[in-house]
């Protein structure tokens, strides 16, 4: 019998095993370039009022659209998605009680505008999240175990919880929400999937990652966390879950727009199971943008013509660009000479990151600027 990890890495389709470039991906996107905005709709409105959120949901969209962006990515979160059929969720939710998410899909194609949800299948869970409450029909030992919490023996807490995916289980947990999610906002366009692997290298050393190298190395993994062959098995689950929910969305979604992010450089990526260069030339995702978030010109084009020169013959790529971050900075003069700069390069999108960060006249910059003859 094959070890599992084995069994699930011939399971997915030859060429994600080896690199080999496809065709390159059909846009289905409705706009000949996307101009879209990375916008946490839970900062901006946590109340349980229906009328007061609506209205604070149809200022925040014509905001962005009178700028000239023709894409919202809303983050969109587990116990939120959850919380829109389960009373209990939310009290940690109240914008779930009025459908603040279906609010701003509404009210965005009232404005001309897509919709892609924004969602980590991995990283940014809390002790609370329903992935890990049998309640909900989670389970806890989904979480992934980092190398420093397994050393220590302490929990990092709030917001430190993360889902391994090598667990099917907990990819068709999460298979199961997100479809349920398309299929109750039909006017969503695509959906866009949030740096797809670990939050950190430092993972998983949960008992079936620990099992699963053991079976194919005969290795403690904990000894070899960094290493080579522990790369390769951060990725199987990753691989397994984009695959998964490719087909989903291939059988259940067709027209929906499927998309990714993360760094620019794949092979950096893969220490964190990212293995979306793979997935990329093997046709799997739609576009693919790259998190080039940098304050010098210099080093942001070579770091976008990194992922350009990887993947931009066989995936449309998006430049992911950024005003604030949470580490570093950056003026509206540089972003919009960024803007103009991926153009030239070849990328066929524009992301900024994020939108709370973008002041009225940064707003006003754009629309003057590198968004001026933008139509919806």
Known sequence: MLPAAAAVQMALPAVAQGVQCAKPALSRATHAEDRGVWIHPERYFTTSDGKAGREQVRAMVRRYADAGFNLLLPWTVSGYLAALDDPRLQARHPSATWDALGAIIDEAAVQGMGVDLWYSFTDYRGPASPEFDAAYGGNPAWRALSGARARTGKDEGDGAWVVCPQHVEARQWQHKLLMRTLKR????????????????????????????????????????????????????????????????????????????????????????????????????????????????????????????????????????????????????????????????????GIVLFHGAAFSDDDLKALRQGPFRNAGR
Request: proline content about 4%; overall charge negative.
């Open 185 to 348: 906002y039909p006017k969503v366009r695509g959906l866009h999937i949030e740096e797809p692997g670990y939050g950190t290298k430092d993972y998983c050393l949960c008992e079936l990652c620990v099992r699963l190298f053991k079976e194919i190395h005969g290795l403690p993994l904990a000894e070899h966390l960094q290493s080579q062959q522990a790369q390769d098995l951060k990725t199987i689950g990753n691989s397994a879950f984009a695959w998964e929910l490719r087909e989903e969305l291939q059988s259940k979604a067709p027209g929906i727009v499927y998309s990714m992010n993360g760094g620019n450089d794949w092979r950096e990526d893969r220490v964190q199971g990212r293995d979306w260069g793979r997935w990329a030339l093997s046709g799997w995702i739609d576009s693919f943008v790259p998190q080039v978030y940098e304050e010098k010109m210099d080093a942001f084009r070579k770091q976008l013509q990194i992922t350009l020169d990887d993947i931009g013959a066989a995936c449309p790529v998006h430049a992911g660009i950024a005003l604030a971050w949470s580490g570093g900075k950056n003026d509206i003069g540089t972003v919009l000479r960024q803007i103009d700069l991926a153009r030239d390069m070849g990328s066929q």
